[in-house]
């Protein structure tokens, strides 16, 4: 009798270890896990199936600077060019605005932007989302039109059963910048560019330069 109590009793000893060895194993994945940074927000799954559906994933990506998804929600063919610069302009634009509010903050972005005279493009690409549910789609055949009541009129065409959007005409305002502000970038990225006041200086000098070169006349020679 008294060897069966004692059975009992360390049995119920082990019971009880084992129970806090578990509770000790669950707490531990618990702090493991909050304390393990958050996963990367994936891109957002495309959809081309209708002229909205292709504006909303093409207005996505916009916003989200996500270049494999604005490649394949935009028109190729005798636009890729057009659309190559587009795509690479909302990478630079943001990259600098990550570099700038990270070292400056929101309102030193402004400041910076002032001087390029250039928008962001992520809030370009958020106001076009903000314009889809007011749209006035016309779809003829492979062929449609969206007009927005503030990002103006875009064109679709179906290619292969998808929609893609076609880039308005006309060149892209800030294809001129793209390398200014790529550089610039790297400098704020490296802390070359200490200040707001340092970056503004560098900006406007190399936007001066630039504006001055493309104002300058040509001058032809004689006959």
């Known amino acids: 009798m ?5 059975r009992i009793r360390l049995s119920r000893a082990n019971a009880v270890l084992l129970l806090i060895a578990l509770v000790g194993c669950v707490a531990t994945a618990l702090v493991a896990s909050s304390a393990a940074p958050p996963a990367t927000r994936p891109a957002a799954p495309l959809d081309l ?3 909205q559906a292709a504006l909303k994933s093409f207005a996505t990506a916009w916003r989200d600077a996500d270049a494999s998804g604005l490649n394949a929600s935009l028109l190729r063919g005798e636009n890729a060019l057009k659309n190559a610069t587009f795509i690479r302009w909302i990478e630079v634009d943001h990259r600098f605005e990550k ?39 016309a779809v003829n055949g492979d062929h449609a039109t969206a007009d927005l009541e503030v990002a103006g009129l875009h064109e679709l065409q179906k290619v292969n059963g998808e929609w893609r959007v076609k880039l308005p005409g006309g060149e892209n305002e800030a294809s001129p910048l793209i390398g200014i502000v790529e550089r610039v ?19 406007a000098k190399a936007t001066d330069t630039l504006a001055n070169a493309s104002t300058e006349p040509t001058t032809q020679a004689s006959p």
């Open 185 to 203: 970038s790297a400098d704020i990225e490296s802390g070359k560019l200490k200040t707001v006041d340092d970056a503004r200086a560098v900006l």
């Open 2 to 6: 008294m060897s069966l109590m004692k």
């Open 99 to 137: 570099a700038a509010t990270a070292r400056y903050g929101k309102d030193g972005v402004q400041r910076l932007r002032t001087v390029i005279a250039v928008s962001s493009m992520s809030q370009r690409g958020q106001a076009l989302l903000d314009d889809l549910p007011g749209a006035t789609i």
């Open 49 to 51: 199936s209708t002229p």
